[in-house]
């Protein structure tokens, strides 16, 4: 690192403690504080951890990175010496160029889906309130931080419709290809590279991601490119592009972790990997791991400072971390064999069957060569982190949070072509056609995650001059169909549990029935007995095909 880079950081660093300095504590309260929550807010506990953060994090920060710095130094050699890679060919682009638009073609038939319950709980929950309500409050896992201020960002520009809300989802589902591409070039070459693009362009799970609007997408990206800048900061050219490789790769874990609290495994993944690099290894090889340690240890600031505003709420929510009900979500169940099911590169079971096939032809040749074996170590290193953790702390896993193995797979699969193309590039054309086809079939075949717009449209055409009651969970989602079209809607309580009491006294003519299979036998009995009957079932397959929703009249 130079004597530039070390003012430029130094200056950096002083700005921010200056802003943590100045900032009145007043305003960021006020910045920060939810609408529903003005009377029990911990926007100034919020606004203080903020400014302590300020002014904490820099200092530390600096000396970490000072201490990469160090570590990478190399007796003899120049600090400046250039980086220099292979150019890359015209036809290398032209290609990533076509898998970039076929991935966005793909991923673009979705985004008009209705939106589902958890995409609407964010955003009514967090987004429309603005940057500062997303940052500072944490009452609900709905808040995928980072992705909920990119809504707000998209929304703000775009306007509120099912597009705008999944635009951040979907650019980083594109980004996906090209990420993927760096990822396998530092493996094994541009071939590889391109492979790996292939399957991620055509990798279900991520394609769903990509329309979905939660965090899910952006931590499979950035989780790709975490072990690229692993892998590119540990055969740097020079000890000044290690350090500032280094340094991005702490950034893209910490807005990583940023988004969703789950991707702390790819981090945990990644050091041991690197842990275990630094007791095998000796030398400048010993030297690069432990830098990469510390990295994780930058990484771990950078992600304090930015989770400082949200932790008073963090703590208080530390619980619902807990399986203390029973029936929450496990891999020992349908969430286990899904997860199972996605190292395919698919939820589906007939849709997943290439992407195995592939995958598993593909691991004779990663096993074999070291550099292919390292980046699909590093990549999948977080999933048995995942499965210890929620065993031993006592949690809960759903499949979703376990998306950033996609990159893993994709390698996998790519390494498949592969070995296909060492036979035969007919061969591997034909591969890759049975992905894509899969892929597409896929996604034009399966119904919407929840057809809750659709739902609200149907009721609205028998409810007659009567509102329409709505049993969902605890979020009232479906007023962001309904208060547009000024569409009256009452509330029947989480899972129906004010049925009893409510449908007889207001008689509505038609009730929306969110997650019908959950709900109790006995509201479901109470219904019938008031006259009601089940007049269309509309299918969703998010939560393996509990996400469906019912329309009841009389």
């Known amino acids: 690192m130079t004597r530039r880079d070390a003012v430029i950081l130094g200056a950096l660093a002083l700005a921010v403690m200056a802003l943590g300095a100045f900032l009145s504590a007043g305003d960021l309260a006020a910045w920060m504080t939810h609408p529903a929550r003005a009377t029990t807010s911990r926007a100034p506990a919020a606004a203080d951890a903020l400014r302590a953060a300020l002014v904490a994090a820099p200092p530390v920060a600096l000396a970490v990175i000072a201490a990469i710095a160090l570590l990478v130094r190399r007796r003899g050699e120049p600090t400046e010496t250039p980086d220099v890679r292979d150019p890359t060919p015209g036809s290398t682009y032209a290609a990533l160029t076509l898998l970039v638009v076929a991935a966005a073609i793909l991923r673009a038939v979705r985004l008009g889906d209705s939106l589902w319950y958890d995409e609407l709980a964010g955003l009514l929950g967090y987004s429309i309130h603005g940057p500062g309500v997303v940052v500072g409050n944490y009452f609900s896992q709905a808040n995928h931080i980072a992705s909920q201020v990119a809504i707000w960002a998209s929304t703000s520009v775009l306007g ?85 490789t280094w340094i991005a790769f702490a950034l893209v874990h910490a807005l990583m972790v940023w988004t969703h609290l789950a991707a702390v495994c790819v981090a945990l993944g990644h050091g041991a990997v690197l842990a275990v690099a630094a007791l095998r290894e000796r030398g400048p090889e010993r030297r690069s791991a432990l830098a990469g340690l510390a990295a994780l240890v930058l990484a771990a600031v950078f992600t304090a400072f930015l989770y400082a505003p949200a932790l008073p709420d963090l703590v208080a929510l530390r619980s619902q971390f807990r399986a203390l009900d029973g029936d929450e979500p496990t891999l020992l169940g349908p969430e286990g064999w899904h997860a199972l099911l996605g190292l395919g590169g698919s939820w589906v079971w007939w849709a997943t069957i290439p992407g195995a096939i592939l995958a598993l032809a593909g691991l004779p040749t990663t096993l074999r060569d070291p550099r292919m074996r390292g980046a699909v170590l590093l990549a999948v290193a977080g999933g048995p982190i995942a499965v210890l953790l929620a065993w031993a702390g006592d949690s809960w896993l759903y499949a979703r949070f376990l998306l950033f193995l996609a990159p893993a797979t994709a390698l996998l699969v790519a390494a498949g072509l592969g070995a296909l193309a060492a036979r035969s590039r007919l061969a591997m054309i034909a591969g890759a056609a049975a992905i894509a086809a899969v892929a597409t079939t896929e996604t034009l075949k399966l119904p919407p995650r929840q057809p809750l717009r659709e739902a609200i449209a149907k009721a609205n055409a028998i409810r007659g001059d009567r509102p329409i009651g709505v049993a969902g969970l605890m979020d009232q989602v479906t007023l962001y169909y309904s208060e547009p079209a000024r569409i009256p809607t009452f509330d ?38 008031e006259g009601y009957v089940k007049r269309e079932r509309l299918e969703g397959w998010i939560d393996w095909g509990k996400g469906a929703v019912e329309v009841w009249g009389r």
Do not use: C, H, K, M
């Not at 129906?496 to 008689?507: C, F, K, L, M, T």
């Open 160 to 244: 509120v419709d099912e597009f705008s809300v999944r635009a951040p989802s979907f650019v980083a589902g594109i980004a996906f290809v090209p990420a993927l591409y760096l990822l396998g070039r530092a493996a094994r070459g541009e071939g590889y590279g391109l492979l790996a693009a292939t399957a991620g362009a055509f990798l279900p799970v991520a394609i769903g991601a990509s329309t979905d609007a939660r965090g899910y997408s952006i931590v499979i990206t950035l989780a790709t490119l975490a072990t690229w800048l692993l892998l590119r900061a540990r055969g740097a050219a020079s000890p000044r592009a290690a350090t500032w």
């Open 492 to 529: 029947l309580g989480p899972l129906g549990a004010r049925i009893e009491q409510a449908v007889p006294s207001v008689r509505p003519n038609a009730i929306v029935l969110l997650y019908p299979d959950l709900i109790p036998e006995g509201r479901i009995a109470a219904l019938t007995r």
